[in-house]
């Protein structure tokens, strides 16, 4: 997993580097097929139940699951970006938001409470803690600062399978959960909406996007509960 996740880490750097102006989210795809090809890795986002890509591209108002394509990033626009790949039958999947050029204070702000609430939760991955406590945690910081929490999509157990139980909310659901214990590998995974948590699926079948037409954050790491605490497997 720790070499599935060198992989994800290396795909977030080259797109990031890559995020401009005037660049499709096709040509993002591109460049995490070369990587993976590169890396002699698989893509567990390809083919997923029928997804077309190696990437999901959510722009703006858009939270997960945005299909590359022939959409072109303008100035101003935030951008979120969630990959994953396979190494020797492991999995690894991460996610970030960016700000395309100069933003708003406001897209400045999502983007940095929703990468805060994700620290927040991961600090939580601790043995012997409860599972609901990563979501209590990533909960607070959001709405504290204004923002809500998306309750339909959430994170979840990985390893031999991208998304294994058991599932990892993003907020208190009103009970503690299973403990953790070391070895336990998670991907975290706060949606943070500017407005109000609702969602709805696009004509697409994929595309989900707040109700309310707000912006929408998406951070994500895989991380392991190890006997020094938490590991985050999705960086260099």
Excluded at 46 to 66: D, E, K, Q, R, W
């Amino acid at each position: 997993m720790v070499k599935a996740g060198k992989v994800v880490a290396e795909i977030h750097e080259k797109i990031r580097a890559a995020i401009k102006p005037g660049v499709t989210t096709l040509e993002l795809d591109k460049i995490s097929r070369e990587v993976l090809e590169k890396r002699g890795a698989q893509s567990n986002f390809l083919g997923y139940h029928g997804f077309p890509a190696t990437i999901c591209t959510s722009p703006n108002n858009m939270i997960v699951h945005g299909i590359p394509g022939e959409y072109v990033l303008v100035e101003g626009d935030l951008i979120s970006v969630d990959c994953g790949a396979i190494v020797e039958g492991y999995h690894g999947d991460a996610a970030f938001t960016v700000g395309v050029g100069k933003v708003t204070n406001e897209v400045e702000r999502l983007i940095e409470v929703t990468e805060k609430s994700l620290y927040a939760g991961i600090d939580k991955m601790i043995q012997g803690n409860h599972l609901h406590e990563i979501g209590k945690a990533v909960q607070e910081v959001a709405e504290n600062a204004g923002f809500s929490v998306v309750r339909e999509y959430v994170g979840h157990a990985i390893g031999t399978n991208m998304h294994e139980e058991p599932q990892v909310p993003n907020y208190w659901p009103g009970n503690p959960g299973p403990k953790l214990k070391v070895g336990h590998v998670f991907a975290i995974e706060p949606m943070v909406n500017q407005k109000e948590p609702w969602t709805k699926v696009l004509s697409d079948g994929w595309a989900v996007v707040t109700k309310d037409g707000g912006l929408s954050a998406h951070f994500e790491h895989t991380i392991a509960v190890t006997e020094n605490g938490p590991e985050i497997l999705t960086t260099y």
